[in-house]
Structures are given as C-alpha cells and as structure tokens.
C-alpha cells in the first residue's frame, strides 16, 4: 500500500468515526453524567477521531518527506512549518493531542463537562484539518 493510500484511508477511517461520535451529540450533559455507557462510547470515538489525526498528520509527514517528528504534537507543527495547515488554526488544533493524551491516561480525572464540550463544539476543526490535507495530497 503507497503512503497515499494509507493517507486515503486514514481519512476515510476519521470521516466514519466522525460520524459516529456526531451521532452522539443528541446526548445532553446530564446523559454522560448519568449513564456510563454512554460516556464510554462517546469517550471511545473521541479517542479514535484524535488518535487518527495524529496517525494521519504523521503519514501526511512522512508522504511529503518533511522532517521526522519525535513527538505526536510536532507531527502537527511540521504540518505548521510546511504551510500544510495554517499557524492560526494550528494553534488551537494542538489541543486534540492533549485531549486525546487526557482520554487515554488521565480518565480517573477526566471531567464529563469537557468531554460534552468537545463532543459539541470540536468536531467541525477535524473536518477543517482533513480538508487542508486533501488541499496539500
């Protein structure tokens, strides 16, 4: 499979997730307060749809041939240098690599309210974030 492939399907992959994790915002708060499954669930594809842009970030990366990043954060700022993805909208993108770090290793203090808010709010930046890389493949 070509890198491009591989940055295809990872798009593909983000686009599927996104839908599902959209399916959720008919949840209110007090639903993922309230019923763990669904908090799970919506935790779960919030961890997928982060983690995949950071895989599809690398893979952008690596396609290109821009420097090698030693951190999933600077896979994005490469993107940032390389005008893959505009400084102003990468500065607040970066937040998905601490949100999705918060996801994987901080769940015992991870607030409901902050899951809520991303869930209602963020979605939209991951599908700006594919749209400047379908611009630059």
Not at 120 to 130: S, Y
Request: no cysteine.
């Amino acid at each position: 499979m070509s890198n491009l492939q591989i940055i295809e399907n990872q798009i593909s992959y983000i686009i599927k997730h996104l839908e599902v994790a959209e399916s959720y915002k008919t949840y209110s708060l007090k639903d993922l307060e309230t019923n763990l499954m669904i908090r799970s669930a919506v935790e779960r594809e919030l961890y997928i749809v982060a983690q995949a842009v950071i895989d599809l970030a690398e893979a952008v990366v690596a396609y290109k041939n821009f420097r090698k990043p030693t951190t999933m954060r600077e896979a994005l700022d490469i993107l940032g240098e390389e005008k893959i993805i505009p400084n102003e909208f990468l500065a607040d993108f970066h937040k998905i690599v601490g949100f999705r770090n918060a996801l994987a290793h901080d769940y015992h203090d991870l607030r409901v309210d902050v899951v809520y808010d991303v869930l209602q709010n963020n979605l939209p930046q991951v599908k700006k974030f594919i749209s400047y890389v379908k611009a630059a493949i």
